[in-house]
């Protein structure tokens, strides 16, 4: 199956970011819709039915509004940097539970995620910045199985494709002394797996059979965090 991602989708994102403004995205909102837009609007739908058989638990949308295509338009309000547009493509994994109403909307749950830009494109799995409650049932688990921790954290299939990202405290949490034997992990804030892909397979033709072997390959990861939250995987 030939990949929707094509060399013309990271041409318009890098001219995208060399005329970051609005007189020249309104120009070129066609090519916009042509290159980036539907091709990862397919990308989503190519991996629907994979994405049920290896993580049932995870869900995308391919609508153009709401749905796994994360907005092209950065929420300038709290930043410094006031360019209006996004210069990559995110693809979001959510799970059930946040559609089933098992959990509000609030609460972050285990996920993954699709990051595609002309400087780095990965796959990334796990959760980013959970709130207080999932945060601190992580660490209890953590905490009280790390040897159910670490067979996930090493996982043969997990490390392989996989490498721990996102940041750390700097001082031991609450509740957890500095000498706990796995501080290092319990000072985490973020529990995300990252697997980096190179452009070349995002455009070549088994580029969905690689991102869903990634996605099966976190699964160790998924399922230790999602058993954390109480939540299937």
Not at 4 to 25: C, G
Not at 84 to 89: A, F, G, L, Q, S
Request: aromatic letters at 10%; proline letters at 6%.
């Amino acid at each position: 199956m030939t990949s929707p991602i094509q060399p013309e989708f990271f041409h318009f994102l890098e001219d995208l970011s060399d005329n970051n403004n609005r007189e020249w995205f309104a120009e070129n909102k066609p090519r916009y819709e042509s290159d980036v837009r539907q091709p990862a609007l397919e990308l989503i739908r190519q991996l629907a039915v994979p994405l049920k058989r290896s993580a049932p638990m995870l869900r995308v949308i391919d609508k153009t509004q709401g749905g796994s295509l994360m907005r092209i338009f950065r929420d300038t309000r709290f930043s410094k940097d006031k360019t209006p547009y996004k210069t990559n493509v995110g693809i979001s994994m959510r799970h059930d539970a946040c559609f089933t109403g098992t959990l509000s909307e609030d609460i972050y749950t285990p996920g993954g995620y699709v990051h595609l830009s002309p400087e780095e494109c990965f796959v990334g799995m796990g959760v980013w910045r959970p709130q207080r409650e999932s945060l601190a049932a992580i660490r209890a688990a953590i905490a009280e199985e790390p040897k159910v921790w670490l067979r996930a954290r090493n996982a043969k299939s997990f490390r392989t494709s996989y490498e721990m990202g996102g940041e750390q405290l700097k001082t031991s949490p609450r509740d957890y002394d500095r000498d706990h034997p796995m501080i290092e992990d319990l000072r985490r804030i973020d529990f995300v797996g990252i697997a980096k892909l190179d452009r070349k397979e995002v455009i070549a033709n088994d580029a969905v059979a690689r991102i869903t072997q990634l996605i099966r390959d976190a699964r160790p990861l998924m399922r230790f965090l999602c058993d954390a939250v109480d939540v299937p995987y």
